[in-house]
């Protein structure tokens, strides 16, 4: 996949490969313009729920910041403990109090660039991993009804820990590409068990 977006002469590129069980997505970001371009990319998989699914984070994942929440309201800001941070919440278990509830939070920075989830009854797994130079943040959007009445969590790693560009530019978390300059970056989808090839050799985001 290919976009130009025209507006601010940036060009984006997209290259998807399977190989047995792990999907690899490629990114590539170039500035063609003759200015500094600022940028935010996060992913963005809605997946669906299953029994006993749960979800995994690295072990120094230990707080998580509130991005915005509805049943229980979080002000933005809050930091949450990792994963029981109220009664009635536990988001390893993906469960949110009440039946109209959502949360968007983030985890950063990272040491480790993988999340997952996993089920506590089949064992089936999905696991993301990419590389915390390009994206040191995760993003974690769980809904249980409270968006639209859609169920689904979201395992989505980031390049910066805001949903706004303009957030991101208040707090000097803001990425700029100079103009001429391409970034690239990937992130790995592997079903089931990992290949150790993707955790012992994940090649390295760069800008040229």
Known sequence: MKL???????????????????VRL???????????????WALHPLLSFEPDDRL????????????LAQQPVFPPGTILSWPEP????NLHELRLAGIDAYLKSFASPLYEGWAGIRNSRTNDALTFRWDISANPCLGIWLTRGGFKGWHHPAIEPTNAGTDSLSDA?????MPLLAPGKAHTWHV????????????????????D
């Open 169 to 173: 530019a208040q707090g000097d978390a």
């Open 188 to 207: 790995q989808l592997i079903v089931g068990e990992e290949p150790e090839s993707t955790i012992l050799s994940p090649a390295l985001a760069s800008t």
């Open 56 to 67: 995994e984070l690295p072990p120094e994942v230990r707080q998580m910041r509130v991005y």
């Open 86 to 89: 109220a009664p009635g919440i």
């Open 26 to 40: 490629e990114y590539r970001l170039t500035n063609t313009g003759n200015e500094p371009e600022s940028w935010l």
């Open 4 to 22: 130009a977006i025209l507006l601010v002469k940036i060009f984006f590129e997209r290259s998807v490969t399977l190989n047995e069980n792990v």
